[in-house]
C-alpha cells in the first residue's frame, strides 16, 4: 500500500490520455482519457443567460476552460468542493488562473449557508436568475447529497431575492411613506420590549382552518395567552376569547376587515412600522411597534441615533413567522403554533368567524356553495398531504413560507405545532389534549409581566422630519436649479428611500445610476414634491389625533 493511500491522500496518476485522480481507493475521473470525456460533458450542456453553473469537485480542472468560452458574459461558473483534503489538493494541481476571473470561482464549502456566502461574496445579490449543475467529475458522488443541497438552497436564495426586488419595486414606496406617517405615534407608544411573559406557555394563533379544532376545545373563561395574527382576531372573539397580543404587518388596506366588528375597545396590538397607520385606530393610536426593515437604507440609522427605531425583527414576509418570532422575544416557555396551515381545503381556506369565512358564507346560494374555486384552480395550486395525512391543497407561496418557518424556527425545541390540517413545520407536533396541558401549566406560574403604558419611547418625531424635509428640500432646489454635483450625489445618497424602489435600483443591491443619467434624475425629481408635502403634513400630525387619520 502506497504512502498516499495510507495517508488516504488524493493520487494523480496517469491515463491513457492526460491523469486520473484516485481518492480513497477509488477512481473520481475517467482513467482513458479524463480531459476528452470532461470537455465532451461540457459541450453537451445547454447555455443560459444569467445562470450561475455549480461545478461539484472540479479536481485537474478538466472540461472547464472550454465551457468558460461559450458561457455567455451574465452567467458564472461557481466550482465548490466540500472535501477539505480534495480542495487543498486542487488548489495545488490545478491552475489557479482557471478559478480566478471575474467569471468564476472556487471555494470550500460544508454546508449550504457557507456556499451561499462564498457565491454573495464574489458576485453580489440577484445577478442570476437560475442555478444549473455542471458534474465534470466522479467528486461529485462523495458529497450528493451535499451538493444538491448547495444547488435547491441557492435556486432558493435567488428566487427570494428577486421576489425582495419586485415586492420593493411594487411596495417600496408605500412601505416607507408608512413608516413616516406612524412616526408621530410611535414617539408616545409603549415599547415591545415590555411585554413579558415569563415562563408562561405561549400560543401563536394563526387563521388557518385548523384553528377551528383546537378553539373548540379551549376554555373560553380561562383561555390560554394568545399571540394571534389579525386575520384570527374575529375567529377569537367570536367565541368569546381575548388574545394577548395583535399582530399586523400588511401596508395596505386589505386586511382592515380582519377588524370590522372590534367594537372601539382598544386592542394589544403590535404593528410593524411599515404597516398602514390606519391600524394604530384600533389600538386607540398607542400600539406597540416594531421594524422590519425592507431593505437597507440609511434613513435606518438615522432613526436609531435619534431614538425612533423600535426593536428589529427580521423580514419574513409573513406575519405567521413574525408572530412566531415576537413569542421567542416575549416569553421564555413553550410556544406553541397552531393555524400556520400553509395549506386550505378545497370549502376551507380560513378558520370559522375569520372575513374570508364569512364572505364565502355571504357568497353561498342554491347556484354556488363554499368552494374556493379561485384558489383551487388558479396557477400553481396543487394537492398535497397534510401532518395528519389528509388531503389538502397548497400553492409555491405557502409552500415558500412553510420551508421559511422549517429554515427558522425548527431547530428550536421549545417551539410545537399542533395536529390538524396544515403542513408539517418540521418541528414536534402535538395532540391537542397535549398542548391544552402545556398551555395550562400558566396557572401555576407566575402571571405574565404587564406592559407598560402612555410612556414616550421616542427621540422627537418632528424634529427628525424637519431634518429629512430640509435635505428633501436642498435637493429638490440642486435638480430645479442647479448646484454642486458633489453634493447631489452625497444629497442622493441620503435621500436613498425616494428612489429604493425604482425597478432598476430594487434589483441592483442598492446601487443606483450615475448623476449624469437625467433619466434618474428625471424621475428622482418627480418624487421629491410628494415625499416633501407627506412629510409637511406629518409634522403637523398629532399621535392624539391618530384615530381621524389622512
Not at 437 to 444: E, V
Amino acid at each position: 500500500m502506497s504512502e498516499y493511500e495510507t495517508a488516504g491522500l488524493p493520487r494523480k496518476i496517469p491515463a491513457r490520455r492526460g491523469f486520473y485522480v484516485e481518492y480513497k481507493g477509488k477512481p473520481l475521473i475517467s482513467r482513458i482519457d479524463p480531459e476528452r470525456q470532461a470537455e465532451r460533458i461540457a459541450a453537451s450542456l445547454p447555455v443560459k443567460e444569467r445562470t450561475l453553473y455549480i461545478c461539484p469537485s472540479p479536481l485537474l480542472g478538466y472540461g472547464i476552460a472550454g465551457f468558460i468560452k461559450k458561457m455567455p458574459a451574465s452567467s458564472a461558473l461557481f466550482c465548490v468542493e466540500a472535501d477539505k483534503t480534495l480542495y487543498e489538493w486542487t488548489l495545488q494541481n490545478t491552475s489557479c488562473s482557471l478559478f480566478d476571473t471575474p467569471y468564476t470561482a472556487f471555494a470550500y464549502c460544508d454546508n449550504a449557508a457557507a456556499a451561499c456566502r462564498a457565491v454573495r461574496e464574489k458576485w453580489g445579490m440577484r445577478q442570476f436568475r437560475r442555478v444549473e449543475p455542471l458534474n465534470l467529475s466522479g467528486g461529485y458522488a462523495l458529497f450528493r447529497d451535499l451538493y444538491e443541497e448547495f444547488i435547491s438552497t441557492l435556486h432558493r436564495t435567488f428566487a427570494i431575492e428577486w421576489s425582495n426586488a419586485i415586492t420593493l419595486t411594487r411596495l417600496g414606496r408605500l412601505y416607507i411613506r408608512n413608516l413616516i406617517r406612524n412616526l408621530p405615534a410611535f414617539e408616545t407608544s409603549p415599547s415591545i420590549s415590555d411585554i413579558d411573559f415569563g415562563s408562561n406557555p405561549v400560543l401563536v394563533a394563526g387563521a388557518g382552518p385548523s384553528l377551528d379544532n383546537f378553539l373548540d376545545a379551549v376554555n373560553t373563561q380561562n383561555p390560554p395567552i394568545i399571540i394571534a395574527v389579525d386575520t384570527a382576531l374575529a375567529a377569537l372573539q367570536s367565541r368569546g376569547i381575548t388574545p394577548a397580543l395583535v399582530i399586523a404587518l400588511e401596508a395596505q388596506h386589505w386586511n382592515l376587515d380582519d377588524f370590522v366588528g372590534w367594537g372601539g375597545t382598544d386592542i394589544p396590538l403590535a404593528m410593524d412600522m411599515s404597516a398602514l397607520n390606519a391600524h394604530a385606530r384600533f389600538a386607540g393610536g398607542m400600539p406597540y411597534f416594531f421594524s422590519t426593515p425592507w431593505t437597507e437604507l440609511k434613513i435606518f440609522s438615522r432613526l436609531h441615533a435619534a431614538n425612533l427605531l423600535p426593536p428589529v425583527f427580521p423580514p419574513l414576509g409573513s406575519v405567521g413567522l413574525c408572530a412566531v418570532a415576537l413569542a421567542l422575544r416575549t416569553t421564555r416557555g413553550p410556544i406553541i403554533v397552531c393555524g400556520l396551515d400553509f395549506s386550505f381545503t378545497i370549502d376551507n381556506y380560513h378558520a370559522r368567524g375569520t372575513p374570508t369565512s364569512r364572505a364565502a358564507q355571504r357568497r353561498c346560494t342554491r347556484f354556488g356553495g363554499l368552494y374556493h374555486t379561485a384558489a383551487i384552480f388558479r396557477e400553481g395550486s396543487l394537492q398535497t398531504v397534510s401532518k395528519s395525512k389528509t388531503p389538502v391543497r397548497t400553492d409555491p407561496a405557502m409552500k415558500h413560507y412553510r420551508s421559511l418557518f422549517e429554515e427558522e424556527f425548527s431547530k428550536i425545541p421549545r417551539i410545537f405545532d399542533i395536529e390538524g390540517s396544515g403542513l408539517s413545520l418540521g418541528t414536534r407536533t402535538l395532540r391537542i389534549n397535549e398542548a391544552l396541558s402545556i398551555l395550562k401549566q400558566r396557572a401555576l406560574q407566575n402571571s405574565p409581566k404587564q406592559p407598560k403604558s402612555n410612556i414616550p419611547r421616542g427621540g422627537s418625531a418632528a424634529e427628525f422630519l424637519e431634518n429629512e424635509r430640509k435635505t428633501l428640500a436642498e435637493l429638490r432646489g440642486i435638480l430645479t436649479e442647479g448646484g454642486s454635483i458633489e453634493r447631489l450625489d452625497t444629497l442622493i445618497d441620503e435621500a436613498d428611500y425616494i428612489w429604493a424602489h425604482f425597478p432598476d435600483c430594487a434589483g441592483a443591491g442598492g446601487q443606483r445610476p450615475p448623476c449624469s443619467d437625467t433619466i434618474f434624475l428625471k424621475r428622482l425629481r418627480a418624487e421629491l414634491d410628494s415625499f416633501i408635502a407627506l412629510i409637511d403634513t406629518t409634522i403637523r400630525y398629532s399621535a392624539a389625533d391618530i384615530d381621524k387619520g389622512y
